[in-house]
């Protein structure tokens, strides 16, 4: 059986993804999945947003580029934006690839519904895109070239 992908958009809230996160990783230990169930972030900013900057903050860009930047506890850019008081406008994209062999339909059929219901997905949007979807070749490209 070909992958089965669930892709949520949290828009910019880094605190739920890591909890969906958390969430994942709890599932998969606990039910020994493995590679059953993998998944990966993808984060971009928004080009509206970067391309809508004003000048005073290119400037203050500018004064900050000589200056030694400190890392993060988590060494992310968002965090390091939300420690500085700056909103993120971080598009934030949780990827999770299902990968069950042709004799676990039923379980693949169940974390399919189960994934989106539970606390941390609910509020972000989500979509099931099969191996059948006219975008399933995107989301798998995509899926193979994040980290």
Do not use: C
Request: charged letters at 35%; zero cysteines.
């Amino acid at each position: 059986m070909a992958y089965s992908f669930l892709v949520f958009d949290f828009s910019g809230s880094e605190d739920v993804a890591q909890q969906a996160r958390h969430k994942v990783d709890a599932w998969k230990q606990g039910f020994r999945l493995g590679k059953k169930l993998d998944l990966k972030f993808d984060r971009k900013e928004p080009e509206a947003k970067a391309a809508a900057e004003s000048p005073k903050a290119a400037k203050e860009d500018a004064k900050t580029k000589g200056k030694p930047k400190t890392a993060s506890k988590s060494g992310d850019k968002a965090a390091q934006k939300s420690e500085a008081g700056i909103e993120s406008p971080l598009e934030i994209r949780f990827l999770v690839r299902l990968d069950f062999s042709d004799h676990e339909k039923l379980s693949n059929q169940r974390w399919l519904e189960r994934i989106p219901g539970e606390e941390p997905f609910k509020s972000a949007k989500s979509r099931i895109i099969r191996a059948g979807d006219p975008e399933f070749k995107k989301i798998a490209d995509l899926f193979e070239s994040l980290n």
